[in-house]
């Protein structure tokens, strides 16, 4: 654990990360300092010394926050006065439907920020956007893991380039208050269970803090949960063939999966500030946590900025402090859930494919960091951006941040995602649903993965 506090500084961001709100650039999210070594690295990242005569570059994508906004435009507008080219992002709080009427209209940007690999897979196999060629993808294999490169990969080809990473499995808890109660952080996930049961047989709050209501998106909570539960008991193989529905909704080994949550989820548990879990705002788990009515809670990067104004993290010496553990595994292969942003470009201009191979470098991604940190004032701020990219300067993270890093880093099995990757009428449907009707008790798994299995479009 790294021992110095951090204060609470990102929550316009992490709500931003969920649910959005418009932003507007600005001129002052980094320093002389931060723009010559970013210049410095984008040269050499890039190995590019062509001047590309203002020519201009034009980016979208969801993120819209002021931090995320201010940090995109000050690191890519850095690069480009490098090769002189002009650089412009533009958060779009409705960027899926706009992208797809920009498309069909035939004024599309030159490049775009995929949350979700399966857009980018469709656009990719209708043509509208292009390869990212051979200088990019060399780029791409030099900073990247197979784990987060595959996802741009559409049949063969590499079309998007990993631009941003958040890690799910991750706990969040109260390490001074484990050390008190003679709690140790599991290693394994039979560990994990036999800690639940211990704290539970306690009586002395909850092992788990848990809710999975979240407006229309009701369920995605226990989705990453099942997710994280397939990579553990399965591995990264049968993930990927769920995925693809090689393997089916229903099959014996994702019933399993899901069964997994739920009986871990039971009332004796779980405290639901809502009531029951599903009544419970995924949101609403961290005040509970640090009140000492439950132990522990499993998720994203993202929550940082969801506990109360003014929690600490990451500090020793802090009774109150929270801090993350990795999520434990069970076949010791260390697999981690992720989520992203993925770069694609809608032409073959070479000023935009030199835009995309600096996206694709570790310099781009500390560049990135360092301008957003110093968009919300510097110092061990949470900035609510983190990257996976290799090599990076990790300085430029605050401790907690560098934990998270740590596991990324650690892991031997990365997947995206699921929900991300399937369907929209599944993983942001029915795998949604009939979840939410399994949670509150009115089916069981195996009917709940029959009713997602018929629903896979044919």
């Not at 010394?49 to 020519?55: E, S, V």
């Amino acid at each position: 654990m790294n021992k110095r506090s951090i204060k609470l500084a990102a929550v316009p961001v992490a709500l931003a990360l969920v649910a959005g709100a418009c932003g507007s650039d600005t001129d002052e999210a980094t320093g002389d300092d931060t723009t010559e070594e970013t210049v410095a690295a984008g040269d050499e990242a890039t190995g590019d010394t062509t001047d590309f005569d203002g020519a201009t570059v034009t980016i979208t994508g969801p993120e819209r926050d002021d931090p995320s906004i201010a940090s995109l435009n000050d690191t890519l507008q850095a690069f480009g006065e490098t090769v002189n080219i002009n650089v412009e992002y533009t958060g779009d709080a409705d960027w899926e439907a706009n992208i797809n009427t920009q498309v069909e209209g035939g004024n599309p940007p030159s490049i775009s920020f995929f949350p979700q690999p399966g857009k980018l897979a469709d656009f990719a196999r209708e043509g509208f956007i292009v390869p990212v060629g051979e200088e990019v993808d060399a780029t791409i294999d030099a900073n990247w893991g197979e784990g987060f490169q595959q996802y741009g990969n559409v049949d063969g080809t590499q079309y998007g380039v990993p631009a941003k990473t958040d890690l799910k499995s991750l706990v969040w808890f109260q390490p001074a208050r484990f050390e008190e109660a003679g709690y140790a952080v599991p290693e394994t996930f039979e560990e994990f269970t036999a800690l639940v049961e211990e704290i539970t047989a306690a009586g002395d709050g909850k092992p788990l803090c848990v809710g999975i209501e979240s407006g229309q998106a009701t369920g995605w909570t226990y989705t990453d949960w099942v997710e994280d539960m397939v990579l553990r008991l399965h591995g990264g193989d049968v993930y990927d063939q769920w995925v693809s529905n090689e393997i089916p909704f229903d099959d014996p080994q994702i019933v399993e999966a899901m069964e997994a949550v739920v009986n871990l989820w039971t009332e004796d548990n779980v405290f639901a500030a809502g009531g029951t879990i599903t009544a419970t705002n995924f949101a609403d788990n961290g005040q509970p946590l640090v009140d000492g009515q439950c132990w522990m809670h499993r998720q994203a990067n993202f929550f940082a900025g969801l506990f109360p104004e003014g929690t600490v993290f990451a500090d020793e010496t802090n009774p109150d402090a929270v801090d993350v553990f990795y999520f434990p595994d069970i076949n010791g292969d260390r697999p981690v859930l992720t989520a992203g942003i993925y770069a694609a470009a809608f032409n073959e201009d070479p000023a935009t494919m030199a835009v995309m191979n600096y996206i694709a470098t570790s310099d781009y991604a500390a560049a990135r960091q360092a301008n957003q940190k110093e968009f919300l004032g510097g110092g061990d701020v949470l900035s609510g951006y983190l990257s996976a990219a290799q090599n990076q300067d990790e300085s430029v993270y605050g401790p907690l941040e560098q934990s998270f890093l740590e596991i990324l880093n650690t892991s031997d099995v990365a997947r995206f995602d699921a929900s991300d990757l399937m369907p929209a009428d599944v993983g942001a449907g029915t795998f949604w649903s009939e979840g939410t009707s399994l949670v509150n008790g009115d089916i069981d798994a195996a009917t709940a993965a029959a009713n997602i299995e018929a629903s896979w479009p044919e």
